[in-house]
Nanobody
């Protein structure tokens, strides 16, 4: 079973940066489209960013597109999400989702989901 594994979450102050990553266990990293979603307490899960299996189709949600960046490193077999100028509203659990159909991964219907990594932004 393909298993995404997130890492790199933590606690930061507003204005600081954080880089989280997603690794793939038991699967072929290069063949998977991968997306980041986040969920704040009491709120629905929301799309953050997506990238295609070949590095194409990188897209970031409008509310954060000026601060977040997604890319993949085939050598390290990881997808990274760099988050700059973090705000309190960015607090939540960040999930990595992977699958073989870009539009499904982008739409929250990825076949595989990680357990999430928490990001807390507070004074």
């Amino acid at each position: 079973q393909v298993q995404p594994v997130e890492s790199g979450g933590g606690s930061v102050r507003p204005g600081e940066s954080l880089r989280i990553s997603c690794s793939i266990l038991n699967g072929t990293f290069g063949g998977l489209d991968i997306a980041w979603y986040r969920q704040a307490s009491g709120r629905a899960r929301e799309f953050v960013a997506v990238i295609g299996w070949n590095g194409n189709g990188a897209a970031v949600a409008d509310p954060v597109k000026d601060r977040f960046k997604i890319w993949r490193d085939g050598g390290k077999k990881k997808v990274f999400l760099k988050m700059n100028n973090l705000k309190v509203d960015d607090t939540g659990v960040y999930y990595c989702s992977a699958g073989h159909t870009y539009l499904k991964v982008r739409g929250g219907e990825g076949e595989y989901w990680g357990q999430g990594t928490p990001v807390t932004v507070s004074e």
